[in-house]
């Protein structure tokens, strides 16, 4: 495999771009999920030969950049300051939304981390069960578990907040 | 998939309104990251180039030095079919020597000479001095046979040298 051609980039960042920075805020607030995100697009750039599979490179390179950064004391601190100041949206809130956004945040964030990380993955990066449990180096079984655990978590919550809204 | 199968239709319910969530656009300038992204992947071939550069630098510089300094006299060592060392040879290092330091004809010179050469002959060459005379071997053999010829043959040349051989007589 060559370089990396630099018009490759744009159509990467318009299929991953939004998915990588939901993604990075499963640990990071807003503003260091989205340096994390370019962080990796510039280092994606600067490989010697593209990678066999880019999409399953760019979210394990921002959850390895993620987690690294979340361990970083003065990005923990910094990253609770500014989530206790103000608390970024996670989804765009449209009309034709079957979950309002605000409300499917709030039940995502409700969610063990574990689970959260593999909903994100399946669904807003459109990763196969099978990709996510190479990215995470655990089995399929582990994977899916995951997943509809986190599922049934969202609709105990979303059932949850209809019969307290409906009260 | 087919462990996908196995979710519950309220679980599929579930997934299916989540998927319809957009998830927000991250807040990275399209613009700037293009420009860097460009830039990083130039960066790469120059960081190349400087590399290769610095170890071919490198390499000329050891092979200067290793070059550059006097080689040792050495020994060399023989072995004989069976192996055992039998002599041993001191070498000494071969010493070029300074242009012109020996020769009886110095730069410019030498033009002259030829001219005058051309121009008298042999006699216009310098006389060799006793030094150089000494220094040399006497002449060949076929010379000091020559000289054992009587001073009366000696006329017949070759002839009378070929006489004395076959004869062995010295008249």
């Known amino acids: 495999m060559g370089p990396i051609d630099p018009s490759r980039l744009s159509r990467w960042f318009d299929a991953y771009g939004a998915a990588l920075s939901l993604y990075a805020r499963q640990w990071l607030e807003a503003g260091l999920a989205d340096d994390i995100v370019q962080d990796v697009f510039i280092r994606l750039m600067s490989q010697r030969a593209e990678p066999r599979n880019v999409k399953a490179w760019l979210f394990r390179s921002v959850r390895n950049a993620a987690i690294s950064g979340l361990r970083s004391g003065k990005r923990r601190q910094r990253h609770e300051e500014q989530a206790a100041a103000r608390r970024p949206a ?72 209809c019969r307290t809204k409906n009260d | ?54 170890v071919l630098c490198l390499a000329l510089a050891v092979s200067l030095a290793v070059h550059s300094r006097p080689q040792p006299a050495g020994r060399d060592e023989y072995a004989s079919a069976d192996g055992s060392r039998t002599s041993t040879a001191e070498v000494v290092p071969f010493e070029t020597p300074a242009v012109g330091s020996g020769l009886p004809i110095a730069g410019g010179q030498y033009l002259r000479l030829r001219d005058e050469v051309l121009a008298r002959g042999l006699d216009a060459l310098p006389r060799p001095t006793a030094a150089s005379v000494t220094a040399h071997e006497p002449g060949p053999q076929i010379e000091r046979l020559f000289q054992q010829v009587p001073r009366a043959s000696r006329r017949w040349g070759l002839f009378g040298l070929e006489r004395l051989v076959s004869t062995g007589e010295q008249s």
Do not use: K
């Open chain 1, 90 to 161: 996670w989804f765009e809130a449209r009309a034709e939304d079957l979950i309002d956004a605000a409300t499917a945040q709030d039940a995502m964030m409700s969610l063990p981390s574990d689970q959260r990380e593999v909903l994100v993955l399946r669904i807003w990066a459109t990763m196969t069960l099978r990709d996510i449990a190479e990215l995470l180096d655990e089995p399929v079984s582990t994977v899916f578990s995951r997943y509809q655990a986190g599922l049934e978590g969202i609709r105990n919550r979303l059932v949850l907040s």
């Open chain 2, 1 to 54: 998939m087919q462990n996908e199968e196995r979710l519950t239709p309220a679980e599929r319910e579930v997934e299916a309104a989540l998927g319809a969530l957009r998830a927000a656009g991250c807040g990275i300038d399209r613009d700037r990251l293009m420009f860097q992204a460009g830039r990083a992947s130039v960066r790469r071939p120059l960081h190349i180039w400087q590399g290769t550069s610095a």
